[in-house]
């Protein structure tokens, strides 16, 4: 079963607003990451936040992670056209820290 | 360095038929993960490899799936019989040893008539 849960299933926004996607998951991890996929292709890797981080930077990506409330969030700010893509978070679980369990993704579509 | 590099990248079968998925991972990386993505279930992790060896097959949906990796450069996923229900995007990832990111290949477009 999917460790990670995104929310919302699909988002729709204009260039320049800030985009917000948000991942709760259900067991203790010990990171959370990012991940892009356009269509018709792999998955590229974003941003890895700690299981004792808070808040991480990247850009023009802020991710943050609440593992009181097992969620985390991914912030797009000024978003692009460009950042239309499905967004995936993804959780190495601390039993089996080679495991990347991946939840349903987010589809952003960044209308110009 | 070219990345991990899948083939094909679109299958075409009937059903009862064998197909065997290729994927080279990113030479160094010490790891290899199998993954299968649908729209019902998302990404699967199906299997995964350390240094050559399975290292966990729970994924696995059933016997008529099987991997190898006879090589640090090479390994195939093999569905035999393939059913419709196998109709999906077939993805390996790779990494090296100590890292936590993955490196994905393009993926393989599975469709079984």
């Known amino acids: 079963s999917q460790q990670g849960e995104e929310d919302p299933q699909a988002l729709s926004i204009q260039e320049g607003e800030n985009a917000t996607m948000n991942c709760s998951y259900k067991?203790?991890?010990?990171?959370l990451q990012w991940y892009r996929q356009n269509s018709g292709r792999g998955l590229v890797h974003l941003i890895l936040?700690?299981?004792?981080?808070r808040e991480k930077h990247s850009g023009r990506l802020r991710v943050t992670l609440d593992t009181s409330k097992k969620s985390s969030s991914l912030l797009i700010t000024a978003s692009r056209a460009a950042d239309t893509a499905s967004y995936f978070c993804?959780?190495?679980?601390?039993?089996?820290?080679?495991?990347?369990?991946f939840g349903a993704g987010t589809r952003l579509a960044v209308h110009p | 360095d070219a990345g991990v590099i899948q083939s094909p990248r679109h299958e075409v079968t009937e059903m009862g038929q064998e197909v065997t998925l290729r994927c080279k991972p990113i030479?160094?990386?010490?790891?290899l993960f199998w993954y299968r993505q649908t729209m019902m279930r998302g990404l699967e992790l199906l299997i995964y490899?350390?240094?050559?060896?399975?290292?966990?097959d729970s994924g696995m949906p059933e016997d008529r799936f099987s991997a190898k990796m006879p090589n640090a450069s090479f390994s195939t996923l093999k569905i035999q019989p393939s059913e419709p229900r196998d109709s999906a995007v077939y993805f390996c990832?790779?990494?090296?040893?100590?890292?936590?990111?993955?490196?994905f290949g393009s993926g393989t477009q599975l469709s079984v008539l």
């Open positions: 490899f350390n240094n050559n060896v399975p290292i966990d």
């Open positions: 067991t203790s991890i010990n990171n």
């Open positions: 990832a790779s990494r090296p040893e100590g890292a936590r990111k993955l490196f």
């Open positions: 993804a959780t190495g679980v601390q039993s089996g820290y080679n495991k990347l369990i």
């Open positions: 936040i700690r299981s004792n981080e």
């Open positions: 030479s160094g990386h010490d790891y």
